[in-house]
T-cell receptor, first 115, second 113 residues
Framework: DQQVKQNSPSLSVQEGRISILNCDYTNSMFDYFLWYKKYPAEGPTFLISISSIKDKNEDGRFTVFLNKSAKHLSLHIVPSQPGDSAVYFCAASARRGGGSEKLVFGKGTKLTVNP | EAGVAQSPRYKIIEKRQSVAFWCNPISGHATLYWYQQILGQGPKLLIQFQNNGVVDDSQLPKDRFSAERLKGVDSTLKIQPAKLEDSAVYLC???????????FGQGTRLTVV
């Protein structure tokens, strides 16, 4: 049961243009969503997040949009740069009993930004 | 601030052998996670510790995998005996509070032949 889905395994964009990475989720209990970026041979690094009470969060060139009714979120990178080339993971979190929580990841989308 | 440290970076073993991975979390982080990332997949949580207690090990194959976190700091993950399908990158992460602020180590790439 894949609760977080990234249906595009790869995306190729020209430098300077917008990159849009999409993510869908099924569990309505998720209350926090994140994007992680991963370079080869490195661990994932946190990029940007959004709470379920918001519909947009912006940090520099990166903006995450959340559509709760559609259970969909997207990451926009404007303008895209070659250094943005990496695998991007969408992740979602829900509180569990006892105060702990679990972070569920999608399969990732490999972004290539061409000079 | 030092990051999450993991060792070894790479390991190649034959099936049915045993292997152990080590993780040193960021100082002061109470929560520690072990994730398994198979090629082409996202990271999957194997076990989560809060200090030295287990919070979630529902996806840990307990017949062959074990993990411990001594004194609420360092942690080891062991596989015994290994199977071919255990080939993956094993990621350790730690967080101060919510998993949403987890910091990942570089991972250990395990190849079982």
């Amino acid at each position: 049961d894949q609760q977080v889905k990234q249906n595009s395994p790869s995306l190729s964009v020209q430098e300077g243009r917008i990159s849009i990475l999409n993510c869908d989720y099924t569990n309505s209990m998720f209350d926090y969503f994140l994007w992680y970026k991963k370079y080869p041979a490195e661990g994932p690094t946190f990029l940007i997040s959004i709470s379920s009470i918001k519909d947009k969060n912006e940090d520099g060139r990166f903006t995450v949009f959340l559509n709760k009714s559609a259970k969909h979120l997207s990451l926009h990178i404007v303008p895209s740069q070659p250094g943005d080339s990496a695998v991007y993971f969408c992740a979602a979190s829900a509180r569990r009993g006892g105060g702990s929580e679990k972070l569920v990841f999608g399969k990732g989308t490999k972004l290539t930004v061409n000079p | 601030e030092a990051g999450v440290a993991q060792s070894p970076r790479y390991k190649i073993i034959e099936k049915r052998q045993s292997v152990a991975f080590w993780c040193n979390p960021i100082s002061g982080h109470a929560t520690l996670y072990w994730y398994q990332q198979i090629l082409g997949q996202g990271p999957k949580l194997l076990i989560q510790f809060q200090n030295n207690g287990v919070v979630d090990d529902s996806q840990l194959p307990k017949d062959r995998f074990s993990a411990e976190r001594l004194k609420g700091v360092d942690s080891t993950l062991k596989i015994q005996p290994a199977k071919l399908e255990d080939s993956a990158v094993y990621l350790c992460a730690s967080s101060l509070d919510r998993a949403v602020r987890a910091f990942f180590g570089q991972g250990t790439r395990l190849t079982v032949v």
